[in-house]
């Protein structure tokens, strides 16, 4: 048997892997070979067990979990034994579990491993990439100003979201609607556009989530500044960032409500911005049946199955896989840790919005895993009387939110620029030098291949010279990105100051070029020059082929249309591409244009 890290047993321990921090509620027993130093016992699952076990020394669960509850207090105090199991899971599996899978996770204990120079840097890489937006727009705290009250759809992507399907239109009519980016296509194909998408997920897949055809010109995007948003942001109506990009450049740190258990947690943290009178919660099920993987797929409608479990089998199913668990509605469904931990978070989340802000919250779609004591059961035919919501109001109320003086010190996040552009060009060389050395062993445990779970998932059987390779591309685009942002600060301050900045593009768009750029930076000075025409006759300002790679290493920063650039694609991707930029692009960037503070 191999080792399980989180595992319940009824009255007797009969499984030790010498290492288990070993918790028991009521007259149990353990074989003899557990260390005694390894238990810690309770009479009983009352209000003072309960207040030790959450001041329990989290260091000592890194080894994993067993619960042994007495058939007694089972029988007596279900709910409290429910209680501590599910925090029990939550801290193993938010604080031991997910750290240790992955190298880039938050990792309070520092179990994680390896947390070498690539670990993050797939969050590095989409900050970058980031940056004309994270200095111009807004973090979600300043949402916390408003003091209207209005009430919130949530649609979390779990199987029962389908049950929703004949309500949808209606309810998105009285409450703000708030989605993931999973659940865009129910939101689609009922004919709705939500108010609200939450980004949390940080990697590139989550693209093809936004179909190309929905309109979001009214939505308004809350992201992680790490997010991968560069290819939709701007369909948006705005955007608001839930985390701090740079606690430096704001002297302060600001995140919602957040975890890297789940989306659900902060698309509650967003739901909390708007101090909701009502809270409804659709496709919450945090589980899933023998038929689908528990997310929305367009066929099930819940989690449920058929059976029914006893109180001592649902606690001793809760084990390191796929386990049966009880439903809010008394159905049994499946899930895993992961999604029990999310459950205790999520719960303890709307237990709190009841009582501080006197949030009703309710789930209306059937069964799911969260407590019908936090979460009321409700259908959604109870809230068709609700008052249709003044979205008017509600769009002109977020686009006030969205000028709000909450923007960092640009100054301290360009200074940060040079020394990150050092570090990638220090790693690019040590991957030539492993890369050249030919020595396996080098490779083994080499900070260079620090970017762990990313290469794995890129490339899932890499071996080390794969994965060396793989870690090199990762480095270069990095460099790019870093050299990319430093143009643009440079083109902002030369821009500021009046100094004149060369263009490349055709004689024909220097007319259109010349009002954006006046538009966009008003102090601005701008020579445009030109080394073809579209017809034979003599242009003014020609620069000549031979002469571009000097012109371009003569120029701290040169624009070059999109037009320009591929009628020169022969050469352009020969040269060092530090000190250019492609105008289209710029122009469709809120930054620069802004001045520094």
């Known amino acids: 048997m191999g080792k399980k890290k989180f595992f319940t047993q009824i009255d007797h321990l009969t499984y030790d892997d010498g290492e288990n921090l070993v918790i028991t509620l009521g007259d149990c027993t353990c074989k003899d070979s557990v260390d005694s130093e390894q238990i810690i016992s309770y009479p009983d699952a009352g209000?003072?067990?309960?207040?030790?076990?959450?001041?329990?020394?989290?260091?000592?669960?890194?080894?994993?979990?067993?619960?042994?509850?007495?058939?007694?207090?089972?029988?007596?105090?279900?709910?409290?034994?429910?209680?501590?199991?599910?925090?029990?899971?939550?801290?193993?599996?938010?604080?031991?579990?997910?750290?240790q899978q992955d190298t880039s996770m938050p990792d309070p204990l520092g179990l994680g491993g390896d947390k070498g120079p690539l670990a993050d840097i797939l969050y590095q890489s989409n900050k970058l990439e980031n940056i004309p937006n994270l200095l111009n727009r807004p973090r979600a705290r300043?949402?916390?100003?408003?003091?209207?009250?209005?009430?919130?759809?949530?649609?979390?992507?779990?199987?029962?979201?389908?049950?929703?399907?004949?309500?949808?239109?209606?309810?998105?009519?009285?409450?703000?609607?708030?989605?993931?980016?999973?659940?865009?296509?129910f939101c689609q194909e009922q004919g709705v556009v939500p108010d609200i998408v939450v980004q949390l997920d940080t990697h590139g897949e989550q693209q093809n989530y936004?179909?190309?055809?929905?309109?979001?010109?009214?939505?308004?995007?809350?992201?992680?500044?790490?997010?991968?948003?560069?290819?939709?942001?701007?369909?948006?109506?705005?955007?608001?960032?839930?985390?701090?990009?740079?606690?430096?450049?704001?002297r302060e740190g600001y995140e919602i409500r957040n975890s890297w258990l789940s989306s659900l947690i902060p698309m509650l943290g967003v739901a909390e911005l708007f101090?909701?009178?009502?809270?409804?919660?659709?496709?919450?099920?945090?589980?899933?049946?023998?038929?689908?993987?528990?997310?929305?797929?367009g066929g099930e409608t819940g989690a449920e199955q058929e059976g029914k479990l006893t109180d001592q089998e649902a606690l001793a199913a809760v084990d390191c896989q796929h386990f049966p668990v009880r439903l809010a509605n008394g159905g049994i469904g499946k899930t895993n840790l992961q999604l029990f931990a999310t459950a205790y978070e999520a719960e303890t989340i709307i237990a709190e919005l009841t009582l501080n802000m006197k949030t009703a919250c309710y789930n209306i779609t059937p069964g799911g895993l969260l407590n019908p004591d936090v979460l009321a059961p409700a259908a959604?035919?109870?809230?068709?009387?609700?008052?249709?919501?003044?979205?008017?109001?509600?769009?002109?109320?977020?686009?006030?939110?969205?000028?709000?003086?909450?923007?960092?010190?640009?100054?301290?996040?360009?200074?940060a620029l040079p020394k990150l552009l050092q570090q990638a060009e220090f790693m690019l060389r040590q991957a030539d030098a492993l890369n050249a050395s030919g020595d396996p062993k080098a490779l083994v445990n080499n900070p260079v291949l620090s970017a762990g779970k990313l290469i794995s998932h890129l490339h899932p059987v890499a071996n080390d010279q794969v994965r060396l390779h793989l870690s090199r591309k990762i480095l270069e685009k990095q460099k790019e990105l870093l050299q990319k942002s430093m143009t643009l600060f440079r083109l902002n301050d030369w821009s500021l100051r009046g100094k004149p900045i060369p263009v490349l593009c055709f004689p024909d768009e220097k007319q259109d070029f010349t009002t954006s750029l006046e538009a966009r930076f008003p102090q601005g000075k701008w020579e445009f020059r030109h080394t073809w025409s579209k017809d034979t006759k003599a242009i003014e300002n020609k620069l000549p082929t031979y002469e571009i790679p000097k012109f371009l290493h003569g120029n701290p920063v040169t624009l070059i249309s999109k037009q320009y650039g591929e009628a020169a694609d022969y050469l352009l991707p020969l040269l060092p591409s530090d000190k250019t930029l492609v105008l289209e692009e710029v122009l469709k960037q809120p930054w620069p244009g802004v001045p520094s503070k």
């Open 210 to 250: 936004y179909p190309e055809d929905m309109d979001f010109s009214k939505s308004w995007l809350f992201a992680l500044s790490c997010a991968p948003v560069k290819k939709y942001i701007n369909r948006f109506a705005g955007v608001f960032w839930i985390d701090t990009f740079e606690p430096e450049a704001f």
């Open 142 to 185: 300043v949402l916390e100003d408003i003091t209207q009250s209005l009430p919130v759809l949530l649609l979390a992507p779990g199987p029962s979201l389908n049950s929703l399907i004949p309500h949808t239109k209606a309810l998105n009519e009285r409450f703000v609607s708030l989605c993931l980016s999973r659940t865009l296509r």
């Open 380 to 415: 959604p035919v109870d809230f068709m009387q609700e008052s249709i919501l003044n979205r008017v109001a509600f769009q002109q109320a977020m686009g006030e939110a969205l000028k709000a003086d909450d923007l960092p010190d640009a100054r301290v996040v360009k200074r």
């Open 275 to 297: 101090h909701p009178s009502k809270l409804l919660l659709a496709g919450s099920d945090l589980a899933y049946s023998d038929n689908n993987t528990g997310y929305f797929n």
């Open 47 to 99: 209000q003072e067990t309960v207040r030790h076990i959450v001041q329990l020394d989290l260091a000592r669960m890194t080894q994993g979990i067993a619960l042994v509850v007495s058939s007694a207090v089972v029988r007596d105090q279900f709910e409290q034994v429910l209680l501590i199991q599910k925090y029990l899971v939550f801290c193993y599996v938010k604080y031991v579990w997910f750290p």
